[in-house]
């Protein structure tokens, strides 16, 4: 779950100040109809903790969606699939600029079969823990991302499994990105 406090200058005028979770979700432990669902929790003033579904974005070819992280606009959703059956390293780019009516936009995937793990996104890049592939980094414009940068903390090999990088952090005032490994 990614929790935040919706700000309010955010592009969805009917939920500013609410408490808003993008919960990567599934049924049966998360392998049945992944998705990623949009939940009101209210405000802090007035806390729902049962919450509101404002809705659900699903996609073909799911395995198990992981984890998520939004642009800096709040206009954009990146989700990640961590064992798609299309290809374990597969990025789902969400619209999110009404939370109400939030859309699927491309599924975009890298072409390699290491299993992707946490995304962060810093300014216009999103940065995705791939385990046996490493730290990517990705130009995130909307509705496309391009990798641009690559780091293999896993030499060797870039198959499926849960082995190298598990997490990448990108917030560092220095400017230094830490990726740890399992």
């Not at 939940?39 to 992981?66: A, M």
């Not at 206009?75 to 109400?100: G, H, K, M, P, V």
Request: aromatic share 12%.
């Amino acid at each position: 779950a990614r929790i935040i406090v919706y700000p309010q200058d955010g592009p969805d005028e009917d939920h500013r100040g609410e408490i808003i979770g993008f919960l990567n979700d599934g049924f049966n432990s998360g392998w049945v109809d992944p998705g990623l669902s949009i939940v009101s929790f209210g405000t802090r003033e007035d806390f729902n903790p049962q919450g509101v579904t404002l809705g659900r974005i699903t996609w073909e070819d799911g395995g198990y969606s992981h984890q998520c992280w939004e642009s800096e606009d709040l206009r954009w959703l990146y989700s990640n699939d961590e064992t798609s059956a299309a290809l374990n390293s597969t990025w789902q780019c969400i619209d999110i600029s009404d939370l109400d009516n939030a859309f699927l936009g491309e599924q975009q995937s890298n072409g390699r079969t290491a299993t992707n793990h946490n995304v962060f996104v810093h300014g216009e890049t999103l940065f995705a823990a791939n385990y046996k592939d490493g730290v990517r980094v990705l130009a995130a414009d909307g509705n496309t991302l391009e990798e641009i940068a690559s780091f293999d903390t896993f030499p060797g090999t870039s198959s499926s499994g849960y082995q190298g990088c598990w997490g990448v952090d990108p917030f560092l005032p220095s400017g230094t990105i830490l990726a740890s490994d399992m």
